[in-house]
């Protein structure tokens, strides 16, 4: 008879021990990162949500008795910083120009005199002719960009004008969430967006002018509604961030406390593969 031969039994035991090993590890590394982004995330919230309260804590350094204040826009930023200052008993006068075309200065003028702060509210084109009344602007951001330039609700950067122009002090209100790493020139950042013509405009009204009339398949009317002006540092007298008041050429310092070289590779390389 032929000799039977004894074939070993191998067990696959061992291999699937150490494929559970690994896909447990995975799976234990994936719900740390998911509990560290949603701890980031909520401390982000949570530091956008009393930014202003501590902005707001150094009103009284910088706001003083009977002086005359700029603003434009409707900022909540700006409204709790001057309340704080009348609340520690400053007393001053808020003028408030309109920014049109959303005109967010009617409500943050009706907040102010709700309030109890003394408030003028004036046109736009009204800000040259009262600015050498004023002894400080103090203005919203909507980004801080790593050069000290900001990016402002449109018209801001005339109101910075007309104060350089009168050596007016121009003060930029920004919680440390609003720092951008990114510089102005950078082919990702977008300066602007342009809002719908009906800000402007009654299309009503104005029917005639739109119409494709001319015959080259173009309307008469163009209507451009920007919804930002750029400020550059160089019209910028002081930052006051909640971590405190800084010079426009500090802010890439600080911008670096917040952003590494690596969030920077990050974004190119999402960019790319879009």
Do not use: W
């Amino acid at each position: 008879m032929p000799e039977s031969v004894a074939i070993p039994h191998t067990s696959s035991s061992g291999g699937d021990s150490e494929g559970k090993s690994k896909s447990a590890d995975k799976s234990s590394r994936t719900r740390r990162l998911k509990h560290d982004v949603i701890e980031a995330v909520n401390e982000l919230i949570q530091d956008i949500n009393t930014c202003h309260e501590q902005i707001a804590e150094q009103a009284v350094e910088h706001i003083h008795q009977n002086e005359v204040i700029l603003t434009l826009g409707g900022s909540k930023t700006v409204l709790e910083f001057l309340y704080a200052a009348k609340e520690k008993k400053r007393s001053f006068r808020v003028f408030v120009a309109e920014g049109a075309p959303r005109y967010q200065g009617h409500l943050l003028a009706k907040e102010l005199v709700t309030r109890g702060l003394h408030t003028t509210l004036i046109t736009d084109s009204a800000v040259f002719a009262i600015i050498s009344r004023v002894n400080m602007v103090i203005v919203g951001a909507h980004a801080v960009m790593a050069n000290g330039g900001v990016i402002v609700p449109v018209g801001l950067n005339m109101v910075a004008l007309a104060a350089q122009k009168h050596a007016v002090p121009f003060v930029v209100l920004a919680g440390s969430h609003k720092l951008c790493p990114l510089y102005p020139h950078n082919p990702e950042v977008l300066l602007n967006e342009l809002r719908s013509p009906s800000e402007l405009l009654d299309f009503g009204e104005f029917s005639d002018c739109l119409d494709f009339g001319s015959g080259i398949g173009s309307p008469l009317l163009h209507v451009v509604n920007p919804a930002f002006d750029y400020v550059p540092p160089k019209l910028v007298s002081l930052f006051i961030t909640d971590t405190g008041g800084h010079n426009p050429s500090y802010m890439y310092r600080l911008i670096a406390d917040y952003y590494s070289a690596d969030d920077l590779v990050v974004r190119r390389r999402v960019a790319l593969g879009n």
